[in-house]
């Protein structure tokens, strides 16, 4: 007998992860870090994050979903990474994952999810409390198949970065804001500053407002 759901939240001996009625599957797992770390401070992300100054002890990433940019800057920095998820099931995802993974590695266990909205969050923050804040939104980016992109966008709230928040991320980033987004895709139009560092990935674009 079918329950008519789309999706199954299973919590498992090995980890918990979200199952489509097609039989794909979504965990928080270091899938390409590996590959990643070879690139070091090469990567373009790194490149983005670092900036002249090279110095990041605390990052703020407003828009977490599968946490693989902030396991990736947590395990090539040692930086500890806050971050909020507004999503509540990709929330129970990273709850479950960071724990697990953190576990075996200390370096992902710096990253600390929270549950909720990236402006209001960055909000509550005192100003200059985060040396960069990274922000990867979900409208920009190009409707990808793989089973996790595909479980990722049927939860993720689809919204741009816009002026209000992107008014919050500078007042708390002492050093940056880094907005990654599609390649090819615009920055929002009403961008309340520019960005005027480009790091390009193969399929991305991070933009980076360095603060003077
Ligand atoms: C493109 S994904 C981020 C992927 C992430 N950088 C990674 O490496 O796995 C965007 C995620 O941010 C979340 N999100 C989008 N806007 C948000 C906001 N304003 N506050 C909190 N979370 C947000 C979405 O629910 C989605 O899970």
New binding site residues.
């Given amino acids: 007998m079918s329950s008519g759901a789309s999706h199954l939240y299973v919590a498992a001996r090995a980890h918990d992860e979200v199952r489509t009625a097609e039989g794909g599957a979504c965990f928080v797992q270091p899938s390409l870090l590996k590959m990643k770390l070879q690139d070091a401070e090469r990567h373009p992300l790194i490149r983005a994050l670092l900036g002249d100054d090279r110095h990041v002890e605390r990052l703020f990433?407003?828009?977490?979903?599968?946490?693989?940019?902030?396991?990736?800057a947590a395990s090539v920095l040692g930086c500890e990474v806050v971050g909020?998820?507004?999503?509540p099931v990709?929330f129970s995802l990273l709850e479950e994952g960071l724990a697990r993974l953190g576990r075996a590695e200390p370096l992902i266990a710096r990253v600390r999810p929270q549950l909720?909205?990236?402006?209001?969050?960055l909000a509550a923050l005192p100003d200059g409390s985060f040396d960069v804040v990274?922000?990867?939104?979900?409208m920009?980016?190009p409707k990808r198949s793989t089973p996790s992109f595909a479980v990722?966008r049927a939860?993720?709230?689809?919204?741009r970065?816009d002026a209000s928040?992107l008014h919050e991320a500078l007042r708390v980033a002492r050093r940056r804001v880094v907005l990654?987004l599609g390649k090819g895709a615009p920055l929002p139009p009403d961008a309340p500053y520019g960005f005027p560092r480009v790091e390009r990935g193969s399929s991305v674009t991070y933009w980076v407002h360095d603060r003077a």
């Fill in positions: 990433d407003g828009t977490l979903g599968l946490a693989a940019d902030a396991m990736h909020t998820e507004a999503s990709l909720g909205e990236a402006q209001a969050a990274m922000l990867d939104p979900m920009s980016r990722l939860f993720a709230k689809d919204e970065a928040l990654k």
